[in-house]
T-cell receptor, first 114, second 113 residues
């Protein structure tokens, strides 16, 4: 039972470069989420998706793009990375529509932008 | 709108001592409540959850939490802390019909030998 896998786990890039963080889940959960975690800010929601081809902005969407062509994949793209996007990024999924809010998390992707 | 407050940013306890991490929520109806644990370098793992029924819920790793509607609280407890419990703990609240939970800022647990 692989659950949610994120790749890469660690990434160093330079300002202005495009970076894509991958998220893959094996449960066929409807909802998927991207969070960033920073000291002093806790978890902040970037984008979420209710189903394939349905995405919506969270609390901090600026500078990020998502897509969801297949239920199991939810990549997050930083089109032009900035130092302020240095963070740990978590992908999560929720098994049910209109559900309880229980989430399953990936291991995280640590991104450093130089 | 729902909200979650974890009033303690850091908690330090000695190994073997009891632990209580506080969580207060704001939500009009009966909430769904969660505690997650995040070990260093890891993702968040569900410790326990409350949906309905018995207000004292048992979770993994010897943790329990009690839902107190009158106090809008869902405090996490453990009778005897182990060094391996050192981690970040997050309380979260969800609601029926909302698939986006609201997280607290987290409490960092430090365990002294």
């Amino acid at each position: 039972d692989a659950g949610i896998t994120q790749s890469p786990r660690y990434k160093i890039t330079e300002t202005g470069r495009q970076v894509t963080l991958m998220c893959h889940q094996t449960w066929s959960h409807s909802y998927m989420f991207w969070y960033r975690q920073d000291l002093g800010h806790g978890l902040r929601l970037i984008y979420y998706s209710a189903a394939a081809d349905i995405t919506d902005k969270g609390e901090v969407p600026d500078g990020y793009v998502v897509s969801r062509s297949k239920t199991e994949n939810f990549p997050l793209t930083l089109e032009s990375a900035t130092r302020s996007q240095t963070s740990v990024y978590f992908c999560a999924s929720n098994p049910s529509a209109g559900g309880t809010g229980e989430l399953f998390f990936g291991e995280g992707s640590r991104l450093t932008v130089l | 709108a729902q909200s979650v407050t974890q009033p303690d940013i850091h908690i330090t306890v000695s190994e073997g001592a009891s632990l209580e991490l506080r969580c207060n929520y704001s939500y009009g109806a009966t909430p769904y409540l969660f505690w997650y644990v995040q070990s260093p370098g890891q993702g968040l793992q569900l410790l326990l959850k409350y949906f309905s029924g018995d207000t004292l819920v048992q979770g993994i790793k010897g943790f329990e939490a009690e839902f107190k509607r009158s106090q809008s609280s869902f405090n996490l407890r453990k009778p005897s802390v182990h060094w391996s419990d050192a981690a970040e703990y997050f309380c979260a609240v969800g609601s029926g019909g909302s698939y986006i939970p609201t997280f607290g800022r987290g409490t960092s647990l430090i365990v002294h030998p």
